[in-house]
């Protein structure tokens, strides 16, 4: 593992009791850094906090990422433990069930979109005044390829992905004199527990558009991410990094 220095740093990040977000966490404890996690799942983030205490300072917050009280509250408990908030991960998010759009559950279409991008909107939202107010912070969001190409029987995953890939291009714009990169990484799949919320046709599916022909690994990503996270990326803001197996085209 090659390190980087994020010693000093606090970040908190969404969906960190499990998959993608825990081994974002765990290679930024690893790089020096405090951590806390967000997430909704109690019990999950109980178990996470014990499993990575021993690389550092880690702490949970029980949160719903959809709910801006809850939000509110969340940012005021980080702040209080950590100190101050230098870095945020939005990485909460779930795929939901396949379905072509005019069969589509409008409440699923909703319940996608509620946590895949007006999550990352709430806790940029929440966040952002606490890095302003430090001079320095580093956002990084976890978008997907479905974002970029639209994956068939999964429109609202894609369109909301496809959000937050344009969503971090707009608040990377009005930060960028303040010091705040803000970046999202689109991967293809990676091996987590969100394959489980899938069907095997759309798991074969998805493989098969992979060059590479495998899944990415959680460690891949969270190498990407903690970069994302580092004050060596200073020149990238509102920017998208593929990490797709050569699946990405553009």
């Known amino acids: 593992m090659n390190q980087l220095d994020l010693a000093q740093q606090s970040a908190i990040i969404t969906g960190g009791a499990r998959g993608i977000g825990f081994a974002i966490a765990q290679r930024l404890l690893q790089s020096g850094a405090s951590v806390c996690l967000w997430d909704r799942d109690a019990s999950a983030l109980k178990e996470a906090e014990g499993r990575l205490a021993p690389l550092g300072k880690v702490h949970g917050v029980t949160v719903d990422v959809t709910d801006e009280n809850s939000v509110r509250a969340a940012v005021d408990a980080t702040s209080g433990h950590l100190g101050f908030i230098s870095i945020l991960v939005n990485n909460a998010g779930i795929a939901g069930n396949n379905s072509k759009l005019w069969e589509m559950d409008v409440t699923d279409w909703r319940r996608v979109v509620d ?15 606490k890095l302003l107010e430090n001079g320095y912070g580093r956002i990084v969001n976890i978008a997907s390829i479905a974002g970029k190409e639209g994956n068939p029987n999964a429109s609202h995953y894609s369109a909301s992905k496809a959000g937050v890939m344009a969503l971090t291009k707009s608040l990377g714009k009005e930060l960028a004199t303040s010091n705040i990169c803000v970046n999202c990484i689109t991967p293809a799949v990676i091996e987590t527990d969100i394959l489980k919320q899938c069907s095997q046709q759309h798991v074969d599916y998805m493989r098969s558009k992979i060059p590479m022909n495998r899944f990415g690994k959680v460690e891949e990503a969270a190498a990407l991410a903690a970069w994302l996270c580092s004050a060596d990326c200073s020149f990238s803001t509102g920017a998208v990094f593929d990490l797709s197996g050569g699946r990405a085209t553009y």
């Open 115 to 129: 946590i895949n991008l007006t999550g990352v909107f709430l806790c940029c939202r929440g966040v952002v005044p």
